[in-house]
């Protein structure tokens, strides 16, 4: 079974300090990937709270996305705008190794924290700065979130029906690539540092890293003149390649992504004809039959349940899988066995499940520790212990607003097994 409960200290990044100044989603993510992995992160919010923390879902107060963005890491509430909090936080990066920001270009140098100013007293820091479309360029000033970044990169453009307007994503897609892209950037920056000692900027834009996943389609638009249209689940280069409904009003997806699997799909659904045909193994000529194929697939699905059409192209090795729900995923044997899903201790929400880690280590795995923290809880561990500050300095900065009070988190689940 998975393991939560491993000390950071075990972890490959073990020793690592990042900063988190960052907010709501894609900074933030590239702060909890590298936790996930040992790293020592502090969370430094203003002391009203990070927007994150209202967003639904939330049970009993608390936010379900802040318990996943927030988990195995510290927090402090700081504001930064005010001089005596951009002072306490200079003095927090000259111990650190990664400083993480997504305020809007010039922000940082408006308060006293021009990173240039900060490589100075600290020659080894790695400062990851998050925006909508990066540090420099004619839109770098303006505000960016995801949805900005989905349509803008080009992806809502191809993403819904054939019919349809442009579809953006539920879910906030290009901050989560964002932050994939980020701790992978982070990690070469550091790789850099422990060589030679040298910090340096990482200038990470929101629109860039979704932009890069689309494929050859600027390639494409630059030799072919060609541009991609919105097919729903189709795509120009794989067919057949469709969500089919089955009989019972469950939905598979399936891929022909090769020129054998697709012949083995056509095959279990009684259509050797079309698997034999002269034109079927070339993509152009698949793609010339798509509506014939995906007829043929369609209604041999449509007639069986789904538990017996998955059966069925499982036999063959055909790639077909079920199109599942989170319902679907938190009672799937396999998820649960390779860590996919975790269940971590919530000190109000009790055994509280979410996502596991990104990747499997075999030598160095990394753990999921604790989840997201109340705010300012580690204000006296990381201000008082760490940093040293007099109580009575503490208490004026408290009173001042520019440090909110240490809240310690209340469990309401005592007694749970």
């Known amino acids: 079974m998975f393991d939560t409960t491993s000390d950071a200290t075990t972890g490959p990044l073990h020793g690592v300090r990042v900063v988190d100044a960052a ?4 900074g933030p ?3 909890t990937l590298l936790g996930d992995f040992g790293a020592d992160v502090i969370k430094v919010e203003h002391p009203r709270g990070d927007g994150l923390r209202q967003w639904e879902w ?3 107060g608390e936010s379900l996305w802040w318990a996943v963005v927030g988990r195995n890491k510290r927090d402090v509430s700081l504001a930064l705008s005010d001089p005596r909090g951009a002072e306490v936080m200079r003095q927090l990066l000259t111990e650190a190794d990664v400083f993480i920001e997504n305020f809007r270009p010039g922000t940082l140098e408006k308060w006293g924290l021009d990173p240039q100013d900060l490589l100075a007293v600290n020659p080894k820091l790695v400062v990851v700065r998050v925006s909508g479309f990066g540090q420099t360029g004619p839109y770098s000033s303006r505000p960016g979130f995801g949805t900005i970044a989905e349509a803008m990169s080009g992806f809502a453009d191809t993403n819904g029906a054939a019919d349809g307007p442009p579809v953006l994503p539920q879910w906030p897609l290009a901050d989560g690539v964002a932050a994939l892209a980020g701790a992978f950037a982070t990690m070469v920056a550091l790789r850099h540092a422990e060589a030679t000692g040298e910090g340096q900027i990482v200038d990470l834009s929101i629109y860039e890293p979704l932009f890069w996943i689309l494929g050859a389609q600027t390639s494409a638009y630059d030799q072919l003149g060609t541009l991609p249209t919105r097919q729903g689940s189709r795509t120009g280069f794989n067919v057949p390649r469709e969500c ?6 469950r939905w598979i997806a399936l891929s022909g992504a090769t020129t054998s699997t697709a012949q083995r799909i056509m095959r279990v659904v009684e259509r050797p004809d079309l698997a034999d045909a002269e034109w079927f193994g070339d993509i152009s000529g698949r793609i010339e039959h ?5 007829e043929a697939i369609a209604d041999w699905v449509g007639r069986r349940d789904n538990v ?13 899988g079920p199109v599942y729900s989170a319902a679907d995923i938190a009672a799937d044997p396999h998820f649960a066995e390779r860590g996919s899903v975790v269940s971590v201790d919530h000190p109000t929400l009790g055994a509280l499940r979410m996502q596991g880690l990104i990747a499997q280590l075999s030598r160095t795995p990394g753990s999921i520790r604790s989840p997201g923290p109340a705010l300012g809880e580690h204000n006296d561990d990381v201000l008082r212990d760490q940093l040293r500050y007099p109580q009575d300095v503490l208490d004026e900065l408290t009173e ?3 440090i909110g009070p240490t809240r310690t988190p209340i469990s309401t689940n005592q007694g749970r097994s």
């Open 23 to 26: 907010t709501i989603y894609a």
């Open 29 to 31: 993510m590239v702060a």
């Open 58 to 60: 939330r049970k009993d």
């Open 244 to 249: 089919f409904q089955t009989r019972d009003g």
């Open 290 to 294: 798509r509506d014939e194929i995906d």
């Open 308 to 320: 017996d059409v998955l059966a069925a192209f499982d036999a063959v090795g055909a790639t077909a």
């Open 400 to 402: 001042a607003g520019v």
